[in-house]
């Protein structure tokens, strides 16, 4: 696909508001797909470089004061600039408490936001689909296409869900990405950085429905290869072989990586 492609080539700078507890995993993933990271949850400088970056992604894994005034800067500095700026969130523990439910739903009212990715648990809940929250790890009980639907009509945006077949909607369209490695939810983060993937692709193309399946094809290409890799023997070792793989794919890669997905072949290629 040329929008891997054309991230190795561009190397957009991706503003990252991310947690600590996986802001490292997302870094290293972001420059193998190519792009350039930037994690800051300053409110000082926030506004900065949201101005200077190609694309943001908002993930709220651990939301702090500081990080929501940022991203509250963030907000202010996208209704200033007048071009068309990718903006990605990851509602991480959506529904666990109200403090997460609250931060989501301003960042989502606010009509910035490209690009909805969470778990499928998550993603439920904030559809209006029943859903278990467990600390901040979500489970689906409920539809998960209807929660998307929902969630892509009513703020406009592309809603993900990942999980052992990962759903994409937008609008009338949707698609499923299938394979992917059994490693990947054991790895702390690995959900996480689908979502620096995305917004990576995000920050090269004006199409973030294309984006989205961009991104999952790859993480579940290189999960895969990853998994087969001699000296992986467990999370460990398989997370260091994952950031390898992203960092090998290639678009011939894509083209043969097909029968992976499922959806209007001439909507996306």
């Known amino acids: 696909m040329s929008v891997w492609s054309n991230l190795k080539k561009k190397k957009p700078l991706v503003y990252q508001l991310s947690n600590m507890v996986a802001a490292s995993l997302q870094a290293n993933v972001c420059l193998a797909s190519g792009a350039s990271p930037v994690m800051s949850l300053c409110r000082d400088e926030a506004g900065i470089f949201a101005a200077q970056a190609d694309s943001i992604l908002m993930n709220v894994g651990t939301p702090t004061s500081e990080s929501l005034m940022a991203a509250e800067a963030v907000l202010v500095a996208l209704s ?25 739903h301003r960042i989502l009212e606010s009509g910035h936001v490209s690009i909805v990715k969470g778990n499928s648990g998550e993603m439920c809940l904030l559809g209006g689909e029943k859903g278990v929250v467990r600390g901040i790890d979500g489970a689906a009980q409920g539809d998960v296409k209807k929660a998307l639907s929902r969630i892509s009509e009513q703020y406009n945006v592309v809603a993900v869900a990942t999980g052992e077949i990962d759903v994409i909607v937008y ?10 490695s059994h490693w990947l939810p054991e790895i702390t983060g690995s959900g996480c950085s689908v979502g620096t993937i995305i917004a990576g692709c995000a920050a090269v193309t004006k199409d973030p ?11 579940s290409i290189a999960s895969e290869r990853a998994e087969k890799i001699e000296w ?20 011939p890669d894509f083209f043969d990586a097909e029968s992976r997905w499922e959806g209007s072949k001439e909507r996306c290629l």
């Open 80 to 104: 200033q600039t007048p071009e068309h700026k990718a903006l990605i969130l990851d509602p991480v523990g959506y529904g666990a408490t109200d403090v997460r439910r609250d931060f989501v």
């Open 232 to 251: 992986v023997r467990g999370p460990g070792s398989f997370g260091c072989a994952f950031i390898d793989e992203i960092y090998r794919l290639s678009p």
């Open 209 to 219: 429905l294309l984006a989205s399946l961009t991104g999952l094809i790859a993480v």
């Open 171 to 180: 609008g009338e369209n949707t698609f499923s990405v299938k394979g992917g």
